[in-house]
């Protein structure tokens, strides 16, 4: 099976790189992928002492006492285009793509 690939209008082939981890023990929380993601791929989420995954509130009064990080998460993996620009943009390189099969 090959690569999922995409013809450019300039005639260039290009195979798209679909998030598919982000390394949370590098992950500093800065929401810069966050910012630059208009596919609502990624959310930020806290990570308490036992390393669990901690729902942050929707208001802006999180609950600093439940989390010791926030990290960001894949909450929407299907809207994901494979553009990588969340990997270009973190500054800890925390992501992990790859291209998909056709």
């Not at 005639?11 to 596919?39: H, S």
């Not at 929707?58 to 006492?65: G, H, K, M």
């Not at 299907?78 to 099969?101: D, L, R, S």
Request: overall charge negative.
């Amino acid at each position: 099976m090959s690569e999922f690939s995409v013809v450019l209008p300039g005639g260039k082939l290009w195979v798209p790189q679909f998030v598919g981890e982000i390394d949370q023990e590098k992950c500093i929380g800065c929401g810069r992928c966050y910012k630059v993601c208009g596919r609502e791929v990624l959310a930020m989420v806290g990570i308490n002492e036992d390393g669990d995954v901690v729902k942050l509130s929707l208001d802006d009064e999180d609950d600093e006492d439940e989390y010791d990080k926030k990290v960001m998460s894949i909450d929407n993996v299907a809207n994901c285009v494979g553009c990588e620009a969340c990997a270009k943009i973190c500054p800890k390189q925390c992501y992990t793509h790859g291209a998909v099969a056709a």
